[in-house]
Every structure is written in structure tokens, then in C-alpha cells.
């Protein structure tokens, strides 16, 4: 890992000025496991989700692990002919997190971010490259075997408490963190909606291009994919019926009598904080 070190610092003084006509690959990968509440109303139950930051020598993704295989497995069954049925056979032992959403830093230029979910269609927004302005603090601990500092800042309407190592002067971290000048290998919000946390760090022998999924999307700002997420979960009969193609929508249960979605009270990540949870 310190070999690792010492060739990014150098790569990272050549490459700070490349622009987004030269492609860049992964050569390192930050495995993190999250803890997040899906449902408001039910704070003290948590989702469990994988994702994984892979970091090239000038940008950087971030994505569920879990939902992209769950894509790869969709992608594949419908390039052979079959249909949504035999794909929800498929998936449907799958451990699933329902968080579709990458981050892509540094991409497709310099200071630029890109973020796309997937709702029912895909989305697409880019914004500047926003780095948090953190507070250092005294507290030391151990992480994945490297001694990590304690840092907080006031970022996308929320509180965090990030843990960072110089040991790996890399300036990234989980989501949209970033701007502390060492990895992130912790992270969690005031109200403890969001926990990310480090579990594996390793080199990759075969390095993968960074690059934004070849899907068609709806360009959209942050406002406006933040209403529409909005939409689908708190109203998703309504934003399923206001899709181009869709002529009706129904529910139905297991007996095959009409059904009512359950609704949950939609939060994001870049919301307004919330009332202290007790």
C-alpha cells in the first residue's frame, strides 16, 4: 500500500490539469458497507447495503455493489430474449438495497460531478464539484489498520462526522465527500440516516475505465431529480402514470384483488436536516 501511495502523489501533480478527453481507469477499490433508513417512521430499522469507490488517478465512482449486479443479472436475461418475469425470478433472492444511484467525481471534466439514479427511468444530472469544509478535530482511531483523524462539517443540508487517514492521501470518500486530504474510510450524519463505513481496501490488478453507464437519460438539475424521487416514492401510481408510454397503471395483491402501495415519506441524503431523532 505505501508503494501505492508514493505513485499517486507523483500521478497526481502530472494529471490535475487533464481534461475529460483523456479517459481514466480504476486502480484502487473502497469497499464500504452502509447502514440507512429507508422509512422515517420506522428510524430504528436499518438497510444494509455494499458499495464500492474506485478511485483512478484523477476521478472516481461510487455505486451499490449490490445493485449492479442485480443490473448485470437484468441486462443479461433481457439481452437473451427472456422477459421482466423471469427477471424478477431471477433477483428475487437477490439482497437488494434499492439505492440506484452513482456518483461519478471529476467526471466527465475536471471539477465537475456527475450523479445518475435510476427511478423507473434513468436520470442524469451534472453539477460543480462541491468540497465540504471540514473542521478537524483531535480524536485518533484505527480503521482497516490505519490511524484515522476525526473531522466534521455542515454539508448538503446535514451534519456529518467523517473519520480520514492520511496514510492515503487521497482526497475522496464515500457519495459526495470529499475534500479532506486524506481517504474517508468513515462517515455518518447527525441523525444517523446514513453510516458509511470501510471494510475493505485493495489494489486492482485489472484496472477498469471510469466511465458514466451508456443508458438513456433524462438530463435533469438536482432540484428537479429531487422532486421526481420525491414523487415515486411518496405518489409512485402517479409518477408511474405520468410516464411517456405508460396507459395505466393497478395494483394488485397476491389474490389478485387491488391493491394500495405502501408509502413512505421520502429522504435524501441532501435534504433539509430533520427533527433530532430520539
Not at 71 to 81: E, H, N, P, R, Y
Not at 241 to 251: A, D, E, F, M
Request: aromatic letters at 12%; proline letters at 5%.
Amino acid at each position: 500500500m505505501k508503494k501505492l501511495i508514493i505513485s499517486f502523489v507523483l500521478l497526481s501533480i502530472t494529471l490535475s490539469s487533464f481534461s475529460q478527453q483523456i479517459p481514466d481507469s480504476a486502480y484502487l477499490q473502497i469497499t464500504y458497507l452502509e447502514d440507512f433508513v429507508r422509512n422515517i417512521d420506522n428510524p430504528k430499522k436499518k438497510t444494509l447495503d455494499e458499495l464500492v469507490l474506485n478511485i483512478g488517478k484523477f476521478s472516481s465512482e461510487f455505486y451499490s455493489l449490490r445493485e449492479d449486479r442485480v443490473k448485470q443479472i437484468t441486462d443479461s436475461i433481457l439481452k437473451s430474449g427472456k422477459n421482466a418475469y423471469d427477471v424478477r425470478e431471477a433477483i428475487s433472492e437477490y439482497p437488494r438495497s434499492h439505492q440506484k444511484y452513482r456518483v461519478y467525481k471529476n467526471v466527465p471534466s475536471i471539477g465537475e460531478l456527475t450523479y445518475i439514479n435510476q427511478i423507473f427511468a434513468y436520470y442524469q444530472y451534472k453539477e460543480n464539484l462541491e468540497k465540504p469544509v471540514w473542521e478537524p478535530l483531535s480524536a485518533k482511531k484505527e480503521i482497516q489498520g490505519y490511524m484515522c483523524q476525526k473531522a466534521v462539517t455542515n454539508f448538503k443540508g446535514r451534519k456529518w462526522t467523517a473519520w480520514y487517514t492520511n496514510d492515503i492521501p487521497i482526497s475522496d470518500g464515500p457519495w459526495k465527500l470529499c475534500g479532506l486530504p486524506g481517504l474517508i474510510l468513515d462517515a455518518v450524519d447527525s441523525d444517523s440516516l446514513y453510516h458509511f463505513y470501510c471494510v475493505g481496501i485493495k489494489e486492482l490488478k485489472h484496472k477498469t475505465q471510469i466511465k458514466i453507464l451508456k443508458e438513456k437519460y433524462v438530463m435533469c438539475t438536482n432540484k428537479e431529480l429531487y422532486k421526481i424521487s420525491k414523487e415515486a416514492i411518496e405518489n409512485p401510481i402517479g409518477y408511474l402514470k405520468s410516464q411517456p408510454g405508460i396507459l395505466s397503471v393497478s395494483l394488485t395483491g397476491p389474490d389478485g384483488r387491488p391493491a394500495k402501495p405502501n408509502i413512505t415519506k421520502y429522504i435524501d441524503m441532501e435534504a433539509e436536516p430533520i427533527k433530532k431523532i430520539e
